[in-house]
């Protein structure tokens, strides 16, 4: 099943694709009353998502897509959104091509960092590229893991048991502020650079792990083009260490990392400039296009 948050009529909700993807269904019409995503994944149950794939073979409601604005998925992560860095090997060689202090050495254990998010950026939006203190933006395809329940001593062998389901997270990145600050957070986390979308996929879609193409184009030229299951630390490893020392709750997105083919890794670097138009794939989930501003 595919969940979006979306507007329409002024009111934004969470909603269903219908079976032929061709409409959304209100989550409300299901008797299921939580307005935001982040709630209805902190309550979500099985005899709910039941409910919601009966409503699916004989809607009551439906609105068509072309008549709803759609959101982001989660438009206000309730926690910082947890990123892994340098988690494709190619990505890792051309990363430290560009600048070999910020990314270089031997890296034996996973590489995280967290991204501020006040809001992220809906399918279709703009990013503000914040020209006045950027000079070097980027552009980062990556999947995104969306926690169910709240996990906590996680084995690997039940990691994907806390997966809700999956989307697509576009990691913008302002190179000049990543690498000045000898870490990354201010560089990932300025308002805007955080486009996701179009909508969570539930995991019961794809094989576990997902190995799925993940692609970017930049004006319709392909830049990264690779597939999930190349993942140097894979989803489980990543659930069950992190869940050890924390708790993840559920609606907590976790980027997988991004594969080759970034703007830093070209000779020169090729960034985005204003106007330039980023489009991010990954196979069953569908695409995230936005445009710089």
């Known amino acids: 099943m595919k969940f979006l948050t979306y507007r329409y009529d002024d009111k934004e909700q969470i ?3 219908n079976l032929e993807e061709t409409a959304v269904i209100p989550l409300s019409v299901c008797q299921i009353p939580h307005l935001s995503m982040n709630a209805f994944l902190e309550n979500v149950t099985e005899e709910m998502l039941s409910k919601i794939e009966e409503e699916r073979k ?10 709803i604005t759609k959101c982001p998925p989660i438009p ?3 926690q910082d959104v947890i990123c892994l860095g340098i988690n494709y090997m190619a990505h890792a060689v051309e990363s430290a091509r560009y600048k070999e202090e910020a990314f270089g050495g031997e890296r034996p254990y996973a590489v995280y960092f967290s991204k501020r998010v006040n809001r992220a950026v809906a399918d279709g939006e703009e990013i503000d590229g914040h020209f006045d203190i950027v000079d070097s933006l980027d552009y980062e395809v990556e999947l995104a893991v969306v926690i169910g329940k709240d996990a906590k001593n996680v084995s690997k062998e039940e990691a994907f048991d806390y997966v809700f389901g999956y989307t697509i997270l576009n990691d913008i990145s302002a190179r000049n502020l990543q690498t000045a600050h000898k870490q990354w957070y201010f560089g990932k986390s300025l308002d805007g650079f955080t486009p996701m979308g179009p909508w969570i996929v539930t995991k019961d879609e794809f094989q576990n792990p997902p190995a799925l193409g993940i692609r970017s184009y930049v004006n319709g030229e392909l830049r990264q083009n690779s597939t999930t299951d190349l993942l140097i630390f894979d989803i489980a490893h990543v659930i069950s260490e992190l869940s050890q020392g924390m708790t993840l709750q559920a609606g907590t997105i976790i980027a997988m990392g991004t594969p080759a083919g970034v703007g830093m890794g070209f000779v020169p670097p090729n960034f985005l400039k204003k106007g330039d138009t980023i489009r991010c794939e990954i196979e069953g989930i569908g695409s995230l296009v936005n445009i710089v501003k």
């Open 58 to 67: 004989h809607p009551s409601q439906e609105i068509f897509l072309e008549r």
């Open 76 to 78: 206000s992560p309730k």
């Open 15 to 17: 909603g269903v694709l």
